[in-house]
């Protein structure tokens, strides 16, 4: 269980700093072409998103790869849980539908790893 634990941790990590990561390097009119809830944010709004993804990512792997407050992966898995969480209200709000999918999977997935880092298999 330890391992298949491990590999959720790895992909959610890596599929929310890249995100992130694009959301804090892009500006708002490249992210338009290909995201249209940006145009309800404000630039400084989206960066912040971005932010709180890639700290997120981050926080997923880092505490259970160098054993230093393990805690912490299960808690990051939890606030991606809700970035998922607010990113489905968003795209009902704009009637986005097809885009729920993919923010569910991502859930489900940032879901796993916080029950299994604290209840399943906790480090």
Avoid: C
């Amino acid at each position: 269980m330890d391992t298949v634990i491990w590999v959720a941790q790895i992909l959610v990590g890596l599929l929310f700093l890249a995100a992130g990561f694009m959301k804090l390097t892009q500006p708002k009119a490249k992210l338009q072409t290909n995201m249209k809830w940006v145009e309800d944010f404000s630039p400084n709004t989206i960066k912040g998103i971005g932010a709180l993804e890639l700290l997120g990512g981050v926080g997923v792997i880092l505490p259970s790869l160098t054993n230093i407050l393990p805690v912490l992966s299960p808690l990051a898995a939890l606030g991606l849980v809700l970035v998922m969480v607010g990113a489905i209200f968003t795209h009902i709000r704009r009637g986005e539908t097809p885009f729920i999918v993919v923010n569910l999977v991502l859930l489900a997935l940032a879901a796993f790893v916080a029950y299994g880092r604290f209840v399943a298999a906790p480090l």
